[in-house]
């Protein structure tokens, strides 16, 4: 019956306090309050509906996602939002659009890599959305290597210009968000070519369209670059393809904070690391392990709560089946899940401040710690990202065969979810990187460079010390392990950051006590995952590899009164989890039978298709019937 909460019994179970551990998930007492208000915001108007999007086409997904995006910023000027609440709102909107890539990236690109000068004409122009923005980097031919970008940026001294060009079919810009019908304008990645010299690849930004008429400027072809992986909302993005045909822009035009072309054509590279060129993917990496974490969080939320309503089997003289959460196999595969998104939102909370703290070195041309900063984006947004596709497939398959049902919320969740392992940066490459960053701290064992940071326990690994001399020359042979030396790197950084959560001021009864048994079972989870390396290393006899499963057994027991608690814990509204499986009263059933019927399919009792296809079929007058 609606009103009827029935999970309560499930929530009576409770072992700590609930509204404190949401505070906790939030960040701070104010996050919680700004995310709250927001969240409901969102899921009170009918603006914001999203049950109907899987009954879309692609041009009615795509104009609908135009509408919200336009609504969604009346509503923020109309509420005088703040640019916090703004991103909040653009959030719990959970739409994938052009926004995420103007706010995402266009803006932090400018912000990175453009001078003071550069920073003071565009950002106004693009915080009024006064302009919309891509990030046209990726290439029909090159995506992962980046310095094998084909599109040049030619410098013309004579008109103090650089002339945009696609010299070959695999030099067309392929895959940017919002570049196919939207943008007005990109930050395009291009090798600079200065009197003939190339000087590698630098980010321009140029003007796509009309802000007349919206008509793509002369030199520009551009479009999208079609339907993507499932019926997912994915697809009211889009992603665009784009050629240059000789397009010129002015000097200025060039993102100059790293290096500079001056109007006599000479090429200044500043005393800043050429990398910063990449300093957008460094932002957006550390934001898209968050992303996971809310990912995670909602897929697990929909997983438990229906674990808790689903009953199968086990019914004693007539008395209610069991539960499906009671079941230790059940439990084996949710609750290491559910400790991951705990894992994942505060390794995401320290990942933030070391990127506040890089960029404020950055700006005072400190750059001892931007190796660090680029193995731990890179290195975390690797391994949250393949976790949590992982994670969500695997809550799919724990809600059975109503997992597979759109409104059960998981399948979009999933074909939205998983380009996050490709986009900004494929996931092996990443890990190749930290592997990189690993090799070259072994390389310097020994020297008066000491480890330091997240890498300060390598100095206890000073048996590597015989073998780097081979490392240089089997770093390409070797890869494949070291790509889980890099894994196991990152992991340990996940399971660290956890303990040092724990180790801070924690109010709230039970609410610390909570994590510690989520922290373990994670740390549990990972040892008895990969035991035959513990082993085999010695780090672990048998006998610990039993004591760990049997503690993990006992740690599920000790989550499972608090499941259902820890998952309300994320404070997400039913609109937002978008699921009839996970909805908050546990009402599963009536409303899964009722949205049945809202499917276009059963607006007539006879199918369209019919007297054309079927009778002829049934009256076995199929021979004479035109097929
Ligand atoms: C729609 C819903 C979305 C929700 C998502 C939520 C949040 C996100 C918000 C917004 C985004 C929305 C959607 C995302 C859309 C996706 C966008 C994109 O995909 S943009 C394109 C991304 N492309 C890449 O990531 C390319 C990956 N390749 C690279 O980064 C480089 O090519 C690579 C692999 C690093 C190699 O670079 P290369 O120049 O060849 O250098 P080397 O490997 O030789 O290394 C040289 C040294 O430089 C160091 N290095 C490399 N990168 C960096 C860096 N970023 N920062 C600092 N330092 C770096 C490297 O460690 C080497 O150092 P040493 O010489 O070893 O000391
Ligand atoms: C949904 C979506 C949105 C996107 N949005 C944008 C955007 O807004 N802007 C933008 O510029 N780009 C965007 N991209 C492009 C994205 O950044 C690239 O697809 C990504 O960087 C991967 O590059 P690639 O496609 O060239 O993969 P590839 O590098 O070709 O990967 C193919 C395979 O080769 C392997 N491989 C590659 N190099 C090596 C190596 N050195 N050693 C070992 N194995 C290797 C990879 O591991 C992978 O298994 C988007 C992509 C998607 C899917």
Same mark, same amino acid.
């Given at each position: 019956m609606e009103g009827v909460d029935h999970l309560a019994h499930e929530r009576n179970k409770s072992e700590f306090d609930v509204d404190a551990m949401k505070i906790v998930w939030a960040g701070s007492p104010h996050a919680f309050v700004v995310s709250d208000r927001i969240s409901k915001l969102v899921a009170s108007d009918?603006?914001?509906?999203?049950?109907?999007? =899987?009954?879309?086409?692609?041009?009615? !997904?795509? +104009?609908?996602?135009?509408?919200?995006? &336009? /609504? *969604?910023?009346?509503?923020?000027?109309?509420?005088?939002?703040?640019?916090?609440?703004?991103?909040?709102?653009?959030?719990?909107?959970?739409?994938?659009?052009?926004?995420d890539v103007h706010w995402g990236m266009f803006i932090p690109a400018i912000k990175g890599q453009g001078t003071e000068e550069q920073q003071q004409k565009w950002l106004p122009l693009a915080y009024k959305m006064q302009i919309i923005g891509c990030y046209a980097q990726t290439e029909l031919g090159h995506g992962s290597n980046v310095q094998g970008l084909e599109t040049t940026a030619t410098f013309d001294p004579q008109t103090d210009e650089f002339i945009i060009h696609s010299p070959t079919l695999t030099s =067309?810009?392929?895959?940017?968000?919002? !570049?196919? +019908?939207?943008?007005?304008?990109?930050? &395009? /990645? *291009?090798?600079?070519?200065?009197?003939?010299?190339?000087?590698?690849?630098?980010?321009?930004?140029?003007?796509?369209?009309?802000?007349?008429?919206?008509?793509?400027?002369?030199?520009?072809?551009?479009?999208?670059?079609?339907?993507k992986f499932g019926n997912g909302a994915y697809n009211a993005m889009d992603n665009g393809v784009l050629r240059f045909d000789h397009v010129r822009i002015p000097r200025n035009q060039m993102l100059m904070r790293v290096s500079q072309v001056t109007c006599e054509g000479k090429y200044k590279q500043s005393d800043v690391p050429r990398q910063l060129v990449y300093g957008a993917m460094l932002y957006v990496r550390q934001t898209i392990v968050a992303d996971a974490s809310c990912a995670l969080s909602r897929a697990v939320c929909i997983a438990t709560r229906y674990s808790a309503v689903r009953r199968q089997f086990g019914s004693q003289n007539g008395g209610p089946e069991t539960q499906v959460i009671d079941y230790k196999t059940q439990q084996s595969r949710l609750f290491p899940l559910l400790a991951s998104a705990y894992a994942f939102r505060f390794v995401g909370e320290w990942l933030k401040w070391l990127y506040a703290d890089v960029t404020q070195r950055l700006q005072a041309n400190d750059f001892s710690t931007l190796p660090e900063a680029h193995a731990c984006t890179a290195g975390l947004k690797s391994l949250t990202t393949t976790a949590t596709a992982d994670g969500i497939e695997e809550c799919r398959k724990l809600c059975g065969g109503h997992g597979y049902l759109c409104s059960s919320g998981l399948p979009e969740l999933f074909a939205v979810y998983v380009p996050a392992c490709t986009y900004e940066g494929e996931n092996t490459v990443l890990l190749l990187q930290v592997a990189r960053f690993l090799m070259k701290t072994v390389s310097q064992l020994g020297s008066s460079k000491k480890p330091v940071g997240t890498i300060a326990y390598m100095t206890r690994v000073e048996h590597l010390m015989q073998c780097r001399c081979g490392v240089q020359r089997g770093f390409a042979e070797l890869s494949a392990d070291l790509v889980e030396a890099a894994v196991a790197h990152c992991q340990l950084l996940v399971v660290s950051k956890f303990i040092e959560k724990l180790q801070q001021e924690i109010p709230g009864k039970g609410v610390k006590q909570q994590l510690e048994v989520l922290c373990n079972i994670y740390a549990l989870f990972l040892l008895h995952k990969h035991q035959g390396d513990f082993l085999s290393t010695g780090c672990i006899t048998p006998k610990h590899a039993a004591l760990a499963n049997d503690e993990l057994?006992?740690?599920?027991?000790?989550?499972?009164?608090?499941?259902?608690?820890l998952v309300d814990a994320f404070n997400y509204t039913d609109h937002y989890l978008g699921s009839i499986l996970g909805c908050y009263d546990g009402n599963v059933y009536p409303k899964l039978y009722e949205a049945a019927w809202k499917d276009p399919l059963n607006e007539s009792v006879v199918p369209d298709g019919y007297h054309q296809y079927i009778r002829p079929l049934l009256k076995q007058e199929i021979r004479t019937a035109r097929l």
């Open positions: 009918p603006g914001f509906r999203k049950d109907n999007r =899987s009954t879309l086409s692609r041009k009615e !997904l795509f +104009k609908n996602t135009l509408r919200k995006a &336009a /609504y *969604a910023w009346k509503t923020i000027i109309d509420l005088h939002l703040s640019e916090e609440e703004a991103a909040k709102l653009r959030f719990y909107v959970d739409e994938p659009a052009f926004t =067309s810009k392929w895959w940017p968000g919002g !570049l196919g +019908k939207v943008a007005t304008h990109a930050i &395009a /990645y *291009a090798l600079l070519i200065v009197g003939g010299r190339e000087q590698g690849v630098h980010g321009f930004i140029v003007q796509l369209r009309s802000l007349e008429d919206h008509s793509p400027l002369p030199g520009m072809t551009v479009g999208d670059i079609g339907m057994r006992s740690l599920y027991s000790q989550v499972r009164p608090n499941a259902i608690a």
